[in-house]
């Protein structure tokens, strides 16, 4: 396909190749469906490594105007279509450092023997379609489960079940956003599924810069009246990708910003591992406050198990807009569900969970010390910023060339032109700790090694 190919200019490559697709797209040399070439048969004919086409496709399937289907190959998106990035497998011999996965701790026997004694549901079950409804319990069981010293006691009306994180967010942003073009600020490296949502949405999002403690609140204010934007996405607790957690004082600082401006706060808890030293945002601004959880980090993501916890009073607003979206939770799904939480096998594969991260970040931290890697307890990801004579796509491409997956900052960061030098590897895909010291000999051996012409 000759339409496609590599501007001329100082950028990576694989930044420039993204903008000759999105300029293909745009003038009509690549029209909505047609197909993309192979990864390695473009690499080849660009004169790039296959690595470089994998990321520009999936940063523009992330952008939305590429999408894949599996088994098929990538195509160019419909307008006005969502699209979704592929399952993105490990090749053979790979090792995957990209995925904030959870261990396997023995959840498919636990689940199993939940399944199998689930109890006969009765005449009349699975003929009717499924309600939401404030109490039940599920919402009395997630209620139990997201209760405790960072959030306080929460009522099981404030709480309403969702098919994981992402969906958590995006019924969250539904009830929060309105008018034509709307809003929605978040620290200038975030989860990169939150510019999904937003695109979604066709809501903007702009990034706030932030130091040691957080986002600066001189920033969010100045740009929230800029703006007039309608929510702040944030995770006091664990920032993905940089593991930093926001201090007290900076909590009370972007709270009195956010009262001021009428500023909801979207707190994402999806990682759910670490306590937070002092109160919560929900804790201290109940009013405004809305909580993102899951149990796809610490128990399981194909339970596709979060909710959303509304401000005191208001999940009627959440469960109005989960049956408008999904009708409710499948009986089967929720029996399964409510057995997990009830039976404590949730909780008790959490500990395990835990404490296998617990034990890989243990084996490494000595070997990325003193590379400056920032690593928390039982934090499934680090963040690594790159020696001197590093940079890096050039770093990125060397990983590819010994078999390591690995998430840039350019991929997490919603300027890409002003990502840091620095990698988010996680020790949770892999599948044993084995595997783990592999692999980080590998990355070690890498940030040892910088190329000679980089260095100085």
């Keep these: 396909m000759g339409t496609i190919f590599l501007p001329e200019g100082s950028e990576p490559k694989y930044l420039r190749l993204l903008a000759g697709l999105r300029e293909a797209v745009a003038a009509g040399r690549l029209s909505p469906g047609d197909r993309l070439p192979p990864v390695r048969e473009l690499a080849f004919r660009l004169g790039v490594t296959p690595g470089t086409v994998a990321r520009s496709y999936r940063m523009a399937m992330d952008d939305g105007f590429l999408t894949a289907m599996q088994g098929s190959g990538t195509f160019v998106a419909e307008p006005g279509t969502e699209q979704r990035a592929p399952l993105d497998p490990t090749p053979p011999g790979w090792i995957n450092l990209r995925t904030a996965s959870v261990p396997d701790v023995g959840q498919a026997r636990i689940l199993t023997d939940l399944l199998r004694g689930l109890p006969d549901p009765g005449p009349g079950a699975y003929l009717h379609y499924p309600v939401i409804s404030g109490e039940t319990v599920l919402t009395r069981e997630l209620a139990r489960w997201f209760s405790g010293e960072d959030h306080g006691e929460i009522a099981p009306e404030d709480v309403t079940p969702t098919f994981g994180g992402q969906q958590a967010l995006v019924m969250a942003l539904t009830g929060l956003l309105y008018g034509p073009r709307p809003v929605v600020l978040s620290e200038e490296l975030t989860y990169q599924g939150i510019r999904s ?79 937070l030293v002092g109160p919560s945002y929900r804790l201290m601004a109940p009013e405004i406050t809305w909580v993102a959880g899951t149990l796809t980090k610490t128990v399981s993501p194909e339970l596709r198990l979060g909710a959303i916890i509304a401000p005191p009073g208001r999940g009627a607003e959440m469960r109005a807009i989960a049956q408008q979206h999904f009708y409710g939770m499948p009986q089967p799904q929720t029996m399964l569900n409510e057995a997990l939480l009830a039976s404590g096998a949730a909780a008790e594969i959490k500990r395990k969970v835990r404490a296998e991260i617990a034990a890989r970040v243990q084996i490494a931290r000595p070997m990325l010390a003193r590379f400056g890697a920032a690593m928390r307890d039982p934090v499934p990801f680090f963040w690594l910023p790159l020696p001197r004579g590093w940079r890096l796509s050039t770093f990125v491409r060397a990983g590819e060339a010994e078999g390591l997956k690995m998430r840039a900052a350019d991929e997490l960061a919603l300027d890409a032109a002003r990502a840091p030098a620095a990698v988010r590897p996680t020790v949770s895909a892999v599948e044993s700790r084995e595997e783990l010291v592999e692999a980080l000999g590998r990355l070690v051996r890498l940030l040892e090694t910088p190329p000679v012409e980089d260095g100085a």
């Design 197 to 275: 949502v937003c695109r979604m949405l066709r809501a903007e999002i702009r990034g706030l810069p932030v130091d040691a403690e957080g986002i600066l609140p001189e920033a969010f204010d100045r740009v929230a009246a800029e703006t007039g934007a309608q929510v702040l996405v944030t995770s006091a607790c664990v920032n993905n990708p940089t593991t930093r957690t926001t201090s007290r004082a900076r909590r009370e600082a972007l709270i009195a910003v956010a009262r001021a401006r009428h500023v909801a706060i979207l707190d994402d808890d999806c990682f759910g591992v670490v306590e």
